[in-house]
């Protein structure tokens, strides 16, 4: 094997008493794609802050191409040939593609920028790797796929030759992330070479030569994408064996719970366009499509934080309340898809939280008063019975871990307060946005379970999700949202991935050749 | 050198982070004193004693600190809320002129009420107007996305120039020989003294009573809930059923009620009219001991004695010694800026490289 390129030794970064990487050493060669696999916290982002220069590391040598690299300084890991192309778009709107790719590789004390020549580099870069984008386009009308596709670029005319690519397949369709792969390939068969972050097995699988799993700040496993399954990687992932709930269709559908006529909400960026639903007891409905297209509405039209401008949203034959307390009085349990903006107070200690939906009702409070007592003794059931952990009950909410946020945001809005070992009372309708975004595998099996079998109990379940495999692992009937718009909702197994990867993309099954160009005339 | 978040406020530095602040204040005001020509230990030893080392030392910083309790109670909740209110100091001056119209203008109208009704009545009428000043900026903040700190700023200067119009025009005292003065207040409705012979009156009751009362309602109530989960998280607030609007209009009613009655006591207690020197920044004043306080209604109780203190003990120091009164606002001041920052450092860790 030729010599690597990139060799991290040793890499080791504390946060206080946290080991956020241990020990970690790694070579990555040419014309190779290397995978991190890992789960939230596993020390993954903190890896690449170190290599890009964002963090130093306590202890612990990189190099590159064979000469040392400086370390704390992102300007010499760019100097370098490192690229990073980070989750969310760092480009700005208002600016072209070209002005986008230029800024921050021109020096300030020269009175004329070089367009041309710049123009004719970033051709040529884009030729030679199959990235075809308009430089004159505002970044601001192109989609995210494009978006991703001006970032990779941008590292490129800097003359990356190692490139980073964090979580890239988060907000992009299949097809979109199909389009990605293939030119990942391209510009390894070049010589360039990779480091792939990702938590999805499947696609570490797809994309990657080699994969180096991280769990608890250390490097616990390293194989070659040929030699290893998915059932090895997460189990090295997660350090045990985890069983992931089956797929199990609905039993018994019952009356209509929630029903959505024709509804819109105002004009916004996130908005709702003439939406019609129908949710059943017993039944989860699973809505496909990338996310801000207008689920945020639909989320909270039934949440109780948003009003529907036209057309009707009724809950149990009645016209749906603005007031989220009195929704949670109706039996509606609301899982938010921002758990740090808004489904937690994070300064509000954690029995506060669980409490905080319900502290109207009489439950929790007497004329005003808050029946502390109560509160506690339910944030202790709720605590207990959904497992979260790491901070007492008098502790900030923002000590908790993702995972245990939306535990103690999941158990609050399932778990009844008159609920008893013997009796549960179930909600009637479940609003789940993201429900398992961002946790790791064991609380994403968990947190579904716990939706499976609420719609066994009886309860009407709206989960919205841009993870694919999930929409239909769980959804007994799927749903896709594009620019505000729904599709009708059909059973899942008269869906085929193809049909709702185009549906997310706004084409239909009819009319895809209109919707490639759609895509393509976005801009004005 | 950059800032990382502690995963667990580090016990030593929850110790140390109040001793090192206090340290550091003295510091930054000993080379002051030093520069002033005067001897460091003498300085601090004297304004000690005329901030707390007699019963008049006392009872003056006791008054000193009655109207800084309320403006920093007001500051407190308003804070709390997330609702920048800067114009306490109007809002004091607000409820004091209220106090007035309400008590002073009455007399030989034949328009005569039994003292406790009107007292009551002009405590009232000091809380509305300051609440009512209050309510423009909210209003504007909550519908029109105007910043409030601009408009509760300006609002005191606003404010400032129509107790001038007022003290030279309706409410002038025409006994004050061109003074610019208010009529004084009916001598029924002043405060009685708490200790005889001091100027320590009991409005000093008052402001411990609100702010055990501040206290009660936000720890142990569902408003009190709603104020400080509308500030820490305005959105999941509302996800959660806080009606945000509502109790943002609530505290800034509150909140300008309370700088309302520091006027109103401080005409009743103390002044017995008003004037435009009535109170010297007590309104921003009452920023810094909420600050100080770490918005804790109690500790403003606290705070505003210290305060009050260092500003008494100033005073009667330099009389003594050649160290300007101003070195009374240096330790303040000082002491807020190493308060928030060994309070950062609870939280924080500095790291360098």
């Known amino acids: 094997m030729p010599d690597p390129i990139l060799t991290l030794s040793n890499i080791t970064k504390r946060f206080g008493s946290l080991v956020a990487n241990d020990d970690i050493s790694l070579r990555l060669h040419a014309g190779e794609v290397l995978a991190l696999l890992g789960e939230n916290g596993a020390g993954k982002s903190t890896l690449v802050s170190i290599l890009f220069g964002h963090y130093v590391a306590d202890a612990g040598r990189i ?52 367009k041309r020549a710049a123009r004719t580099t970033l051709a040529g870069v884009a030729q030679r790797f199959g990235l075809v984008v308009d430089p004159d386009g505002r970044v601001g009308n192109l989609s995210v796929g494009e978006r991703q596709r001006v970032e990779i670029l941008k590292a490129l005319y800097r003359g990356a030759r190692i490139l980073i690519l964090d979580e890239p397949t988060a907000v992009l369709t299949p097809q979109e992330s199909e389009a990605l792969f293939e030119v990942l390939a391209q510009m390894v068969a070049k010589g360039l070479s990779i480091i792939f972050i990702s938590h999805k097995l499947a696609e570490v699988l797809r994309v990657s030569h080699r994969i180096a799993v991280l769990r608890g700040g250390r490097l616990v496993a390293e194989a070659g994408a040929s030699q290893t399954t998915e059932g090895q990687l997460a189990q090295w992932m997660v350090g045990h064996a985890v069983a992931m709930p089956h797929r199990r269709p609905a039993q018994s559908v019952g009356d209509p719970v929630c029903v959505i006529r024709e509804a819109s909400t105002a004009i916004a960026r996130e908005q709702l366009v003439n939406v019609s639903l129908t949710l059943n007891a017993g039944e989860i409905v699973a809505i496909a499509g990338v996310s801000g297209n207008g ?54 200690p954690v029995w506060e939280n669980a409490v905080s939906e319900r502290l109207r009702s009489k439950a929790f409070s007497h004329w005003s008063w808050v029946r502390r007592a109560k509160s506690r003794a339910y944030a202790q059931r709720v605590t207990a019975v959904f497992d979260v952990r790491g901070a007492g009950l008098a502790a ?3 000590a908790l871990s993702g995972g245990n946020m939306q535990k103690l945001i999941l158990g609050r809005a399932l778990l009844h307060p008159d609920s008893q070992a013997s009796k549960t009372v179930t909600p009637r309708l479940i609003v789940a946005h993201q429900p398992t975004w961002g946790l790791d595998i064991g609380a994403v099996a968990y947190v579904q379970q716990q939706l499976i079998a609420a719609r066994d109990a009886g309860a009407a379940v709206l989960l919205i999700s841009d993870d694919l495999d999930e929409v ?18 059909r059973k899942t197994q008269d869906w085929s991935r193809e049909a709702i990867g185009l549906a997310m993309a706004g084409g239909t099954e009819t009319g895809a050749g209109d919707s490639s160009r759609e895509t393509q005339t976005a801009g004005p | ?10 016990g030593a530095a929850l110790i140390l982070a109040p001793i090192g602040a206090v340290g550091f204040t003295l510091l930054v005001s000993s080379l002051l004193v030093l520069w002033a020509g005067a001897a460091v230990g003498e300085t601090y030893g004297l304004l000690l004693r005329g901030g707390f080392g007699s019963v008049f030392a006392v009872s003056e910083t006791l008054t000193r600190a009655i109207p800084l309790m309320l403006t920093g109670l007001a500051a407190t909740v308003a804070f709390k809320a997330r609702l920048y209110n800067i114009g ?85 005292d025409p006994t004050a020989m061109g003074w610019p003065q208010s009529v004084a207040l009916v001598g029924d409705l002043e405060l009685s003294k708490l200790i005889p012979q001091t100027r320590v009156h009991t409005g000093l009751l008052w402001a411990v009573s609100l702010a055990a009362g501040l206290w009660a309602l936000l720890k142990y109530t569902v408003p009190g809930f709603d104020i400080r989960a509308a500030g ?44 435009l020197d009535m109170s010297p920044g007590y309104g921003y004043a009452g920023i810094v001991i909420a600050m100080l306080a770490a918005l804790h209604p109690l500790g403003v109780i606290a ?10 003990g100033a005073d009667s120091m330099s009389r003594v010694i050649g160290v300007p009164t101003y070195i009374a606002d240096v330790i303040v001041a000082a002491s807020l800026i190493s308060v928030l920052v060994a309070t950062m450092l609870t939280q924080y860790r500095i790291r360098f490289g």
């Open chain 2, 232 to 275: 820490a998280n305005a959105r999941a607030a509302a996800f959660a059923g806080v009606p945000v609007t509502r109790t943002v209009v609530i505290v800034a009613l509150l909140s300008g009620a309370l700088a309302g009655l520091a006027g109103a006591i401080e005409v009743a207690g103390r002044t017995g009219y008003v004037t």
């Open chain 2, 88 to 172: 306490a100091e109007g809002q004091l001056y607000a409820g004091a002129l209220a106090a007035i119209a309400v008590g002073g203008l009455h007399g030989g109208t034949g328009f005569d009420l039994p003292p406790p009704v009107l007292f009551v009545l002009m405590m009232l009428g000091a809380a509305v107007a300051g609440a009512l000043l209050l309510l423009g900026p909210a209003l504007m903040k909550l519908k029109l996305g105007v910043d409030e700190v601009v408009t509760t700023l300006l609002l005191n200067f606003i404010v400032l120039l129509a107790v001038s119009l007022m003290l030279d025009g309706p409410m002038k």
């Open chain 2, 303 to 312: 705070a505003s004695v210290f305060v009050a203190g260092v500003l008494v």
């Open chain 1, 295 to 348: 689920q945020v509405a639909l989320a909270e039209c039934l949440s109780g934080t948003r009003v529907a401008v036209s057309g009707s949203v009724e809950l149990l034959g009645h016209a749906m309340s603005t007031q989220p307390a009195r929704l949670v009085e109706l039996g509606v349990a609301r899982i938010p898809e921002d758990r740090h903006g808004v489904g937690i107070i994070g300064d509000l």
């Open chain 1, 472 to 489: 239909l692992m769980l959804g007994d009937r799927v749903a896709v949202m594009h620019a505000g718009r729904l599709s009708p909702a």
């Open chain 1, 396 to 398: 900030p909410a923002s």
């Open chain 2, 1 to 10: 050198m950059r800032l990382e978040r502690r995963e667990v406020a580090s």
């Open chain 1, 63 to 114: 190099e590159v191409f064979g000469k040392p690299l400086r370390t704390g300084d992102p300007k010499a890991a760019l100097a370098a040939g490192i690229g990073m192309v980070h989750q969310h778009s760092t480009l700005a709107d208002n600016l072209s593609v070209l002005d986008n790719v230029m800024m921050g590789s021109e020096s300030l004390w020269r009175p004329f920028t070089r």
